[in-house]
């Protein structure tokens, strides 16, 4: 496994969550890193995503102000701190990253198989 997001759960709406993302057999020095969340029978979707090299950061409308997402290079890790959880925050979340994003502006944009490496997701279930 080369990515693996953790720190999925149960949680009551108001209520937060961190997730980390941590990569095993490469080095997530020069890549950007994005968090995606799949709601139940929905389309995979970006909501925040960061570059190991200088910590920018860019975030969905949607998560705006409610997520951040940090990295700690000497981990090799990326989190995402989930604050304000509602329950349409509810669905598996993924972790992935992607060298082409390090370069240029921060989006959350490009196609899902621009990415090079995916991590097993985490759940998140937001009860109301």
């Known amino acids: 496994v080369q990515l693996q997001a953790s720190g999925g759960g149960l949680v009551q709406a108001g209520g937060s969550l961190k997730l980390s993302c941590a990569a095993s057999?490469?080095?997530?020095?020069?890549?950007?890193v994005a968090w995606f969340h799949q709601a139940p029978g929905k389309e995979r979707e970006g909501v925040a995503s960061?570059?190991?090299?200088?910590?920018?950061?860019y975030y969905s409308d949607s998560v705006k102000g409610r997520f951040t997402v940090s990295r700690d290079n000497d981990k090799n890790t990326v989190y995402l701190q989930m604050d304000g959880l509602k329950p349409e925050d509810t669905g598996v979340y993924y972790c992935?990253?992607?060298?082409?994003?390090?370069?240029?502006?921060?989006?959350?944009?490009?196609?899902?198989?621009?990415?090079?490496?995916w991590g097993i997701g985490t759940l998140v279930t937001v009860s109301s």
């Open positions: 960061t570059k190991m090299t200088d910590g920018s950061t």
């Open positions: 057999e490469f080095t997530l020095e020069n890549y950007a």
């Open positions: 992935a990253a992607g060298w082409a994003q390090s370069s240029g502006i921060l989006t959350l944009t490009a196609p899902l198989n621009e990415y090079d490496f």
